[in-house]
């Protein structure tokens, strides 16, 4: 390809439907999620909710990196309405 001019082109046909998206394709952000419950729900969730619900639904989650000092933190668990809007979330960006 080095001996190529710069006028030259290269055509590649490629058939999609073979194609599995990738890991990164299938991801939703956190804002995004966010966003989505609350157009659609009403909810305002937090990122801590999200990863509650993405962890009970064996989705990896990245390492938390501000941790309390405490020793037996209290940590607010996910209400039920909003656990179940977040997993809608989830299924409609196709993360489970």
Do not use: H, W
């Amino acid at each position: 390809m080095s001996q190529q001019k710069p006028d030259d082109t290269i055509e590649i046909d490629l058939d999609l439907d073979e194609l599995d998206a990738t890991s990164a394709e299938t991801k939703a952000t956190y804002q995004e999620i966010k966003d989505y419950v609350l157009k659609e729900f009403g909810f305002k969730v937090s990122n801590l909710y999200i990863s509650q619900i993405k962890r009970k639904c064996g989705i990896e989650v990245g390492e938390n990196y501000n941790l309390p000092k405490t020793e037996n933190p209290k940590v607010p668990q996910c209400p039920k309405e909003k656990e179940d809007a977040i997993k809608a979330a989830l299924k409609y960006f196709a993360m489970i």
